[in-house]
């Protein structure tokens, strides 16, 4: 079983309609997630961060966490095409020490106007 | 965030020789990493850069082959030895000043080997 999971899409919306991504992880110790996008080319770059269960939102970008499932997901409200990008679900698998971070293997989305 | 200087962009080098990529933050960073990513594939850590110690490494990875420096907390090298066809990838350094500042990439290095 990989570390982080995703599902690569690619996952295809309507200009302003909410895209849902999703992530799996497999280590319950696991204590800090990110998510990251990037355009074709392009490094990564951090969207969102989230620690604790529950959403946290920032914008157009609500991040929800639940522990418990082991499950990060991401919603992007009012989706536009500049959003299409892959969208990398990233996992800080131990709890404070070298800090290192799992990628899952990206979800690609399109959003088409 | 920290802001990553990575060079140099791009390379193509023949098989058999080693290059040195360089990493230049503009803060002291407590955390800096190396990650490579293959054409249309997430990224892989490689390993840790650890500051005035040796780098901690991914299994897979070996420092005979991806030969670390991290002289300071802002500076960090990777180094490619005797390159293959397959280490042709986009190399990533990262760096953060915790975990809860979330961490900033370099602008990536295209290695091509030929």
């Known amino acids: 079983q990989k570390e982080v999971e995703q599902n690569s899409g690619p996952l295809s919306v309507p200009e302003g309609a909410i895209a849902s991504l999703n992530c799996t992880y497999s280590?319950?110790?696991?204590?800090?997630f990110f998510w990251y996008r990037q355009y074709s080319g392009k490094s990564p770059e951090l969207i969102m961060s989230?620690?604790?269960?529950g959403d946290k939102e920032d914008g157009r970008f609500t991040a929800q966490l639940n522990k418990a499932s082991q499950y990060v997901s991401l919603l992007i409200r009012d989706s536009q095409p500049s959003d299409s990008a892959t969208y990398l679900c990233?996992?800080?698998?131990?709890?404070?020490?070298?800090?290192?971070?799992?990628f899952g293997q990206g979800t690609t989305l399109q959003v088409k106007p | 965030s920290a802001v990553i200087s990575q060079k140099p962009s791009r390379d193509i080098c023949q098989r058999g020789t080693s290059l040195t990529i360089q990493c230049q933050v503009d803060?002291?960073?407590?955390?800096m990493f190396w990650y490579r990513q293959q054409p249309g594939q997430s990224l892989t850590l490689i390993a840790t850069?650890?500051?005035?110690?040796?780098?901690?490494?991914e299994s897979g990875f070996v420092i005979d082959k991806f030969p670390i420096s991290r002289p300071n907390l802002t500076f960090s090298t990777l180094t490619v030895s005797n390159m293959s066809p397959e280490d042709s990838s986009i190399y990533l350094c990262?760096?953060?000043?915790?975990?809860?500042?979330?961490?900033?990439f370099g602008s990536g290095t295209r290695l091509t080997v030929v």
């Open positions: 990262s760096a953060a000043g915790s975990v809860h500042r979330g961490y900033t």
């Open positions: 280590d319950r110790g696991s204590q800090s």
């Open positions: 989230i620690y604790s269960n």
């Open positions: 990233a996992v800080n698998p131990e709890a404070g020490n070298t800090g290192k971070l799992i």
């Open positions: 803060s002291q960073v407590t955390m």
């Open positions: 850069a650890n500051q005035g110690s040796e780098a901690t490494y």
